[in-house]
């Protein structure tokens, strides 16, 4: 592999996160070649927003890229890596949980991108916070996609895939179960005609705190005081809708498990 700058790209899929990236990747000065998807819909839209050339086939890949990126659930990652065979080129995935070397029959030279973030097609986020996570099976590759990464975010780290599972985990954790919780907060509100609006400072505020050490330090609410009346309440409140109740009880009896287990507050 030569050891320039990473100029041509190639991006298989043509997902939330494909079509984020190839935006940041243009704006970062680099070149799409092709964008590969199954679908032709999201294929073809991809391809024309980032001036590339749509393909439906791995077959029909070009051999001349600088880097190719494979960008799709981890699930069909695991099903196209066996038609990859791209030589001496630089290969990558963005997957939070797959190791690197589930592409090492593809490339003598392979790693991962894994940009920490939430994505959706319909709207384009700024890539310079967002912390890039990479790896590389050599210290030339990890070199090479440093150097790429630190054009997309000023927020790059090298983390190798043991951690990163961890990471993605965590992720799960802080938003996707958080967005969850919004959702169910949402979903009682809407059922006695209140606006979401009301909780927004409440959610503006515990996001703060996060900038903080030592989170459950700012725990609040009646779990964590052991105030079984409320939690009984609520659970009434909660009798209509199973899921709700085991969910409430579930986390409540979390908190209160881990408040001993930690000796917090």
Do not use: W
Not at 82 to 110: E, Q
Not at 117 to 142: L, M
Request: net charge positive; proline share 3%; charged share 20%.
């Amino acid at each position: 592999m030569v050891n320039n700058e990473i100029i041509s790209v190639v991006i298989i899929g043509a997902g939330n996160l494909a079509t984020n990236l190839g935006f940041a990747l243009m704006k970062a000065g680099a070149q799409i070649l092709q964008i590969c998807n199954r679908t032709p819909e999201r294929g073809k839209l991809l391809a024309k927003k980032t001036h590339a050339v749509y393909i439906d086939n791995i077959d029909k890949l070009t051999q001349n890229a600088d880097l190719y990126i494979c960008s799709v659930s981890d699930h069909a990652l695991v099903k196209i890596i066996p038609k990859l065979h791209l030589k001496n080129k630089l290969v990558v995935h963005t997957s939070g949980t797959l190791g690197m070397d589930i592409l090492k029959d593809v490339s003598s030279h392979y790693g991962v991108l894994y940009p920490l973030q939430t994505f959706i097609r319909s709207k384009s986020r700024q890539f310079k916070d967002i912390p890039v996570c990479i790896e590389g099976n050599n210290p030339a590759t990890e070199r090479k996609l440093k150097m790429l990464a630190e054009k997309l975010s000023n927020n790059v780290h090298v983390i190798e895939s043991r951690k990163r599972k961890i990471l993605h985990l965590s992720a799960v954790f802080a938003g996707n179960f958080t967005n969850f919780m919004y959702t169910i907060a949402e979903d009682l509100l809407n059922q006695y005609d209140l606006p979401l609006d009301l909780l927004h400072p409440l959610i503006v505020k515990i996001s703060h705190n996060t900038k903080y050490h030592n989170l459950f330090l700012f725990q609040t609410g009646p779990a964590v005081r052991e105030d079984r009346n409320i939690i009984e309440e609520h659970r009434i409140l909660l009798k209509n809708d199973k899921l709700y109740q085991e969910l409430y009880t579930l986390i409540s009896n979390g908190i209160i498990q881990y408040k001993h287990s930690h000796d917090k507050l």
